[in-house]
């Protein structure tokens, strides 16, 4: 079985940078992407970037020029960096790994929040 275990959430100003991270623990295997996902509170979960085996890399309107999604060197671990933070960017923020392209994510995070004041 896979865990992911996410860590870096926190409460920051307007314009501040984080740091998520998700590493992979639990037997070796081999993904089609791994992605971040957020949601707000009242929100839905928006899919907002996603980081696949061959290296390809894929954002939401909403974070795009702000946010880079990258992985380790062994791809047992994804980051998400956070850049120009908002308050809209206020969510509670979650890892997930998918194995093919055909199906849903198989392996989530626990969540991590992300609090952002103005």
């Known amino acids: 079985q896979v865990q992911l275990v996410e860590s870096g959430g926190g409460s920051v100003q307007a314009g501040d940078s984080l740091r998520l991270s998700c590493t992979a623990s639990g037997r070796t295997f081999i993904y089609y992407n791994m992605a971040w996902f957020r949601q707000a509170p009242g929100g839905e979960r928006e899919n907002i970037a996603q980081v696949y085996w061959s290296g390809g890399t894929n954002y939401a309107d909403s974070v795009k020029g702000r946010f880079i999604i990258s992985t380790s060197l062994h791809r047992n671990a994804t980051y998400l960096q956070m850049n120009k933070l908002e308050p809209d960017d206020t969510a509670v923020y979650y890892c997930?790994?998918?194995?093919?392209?055909?199906?849903?994510?198989?392996?989530w995070g626990q969540g991590a929040q992300v609090t952002v004041s103005s």
């Open positions: 997930a790994a998918r194995l093919t392209a055909y199906t849903d994510y198989d392996y």
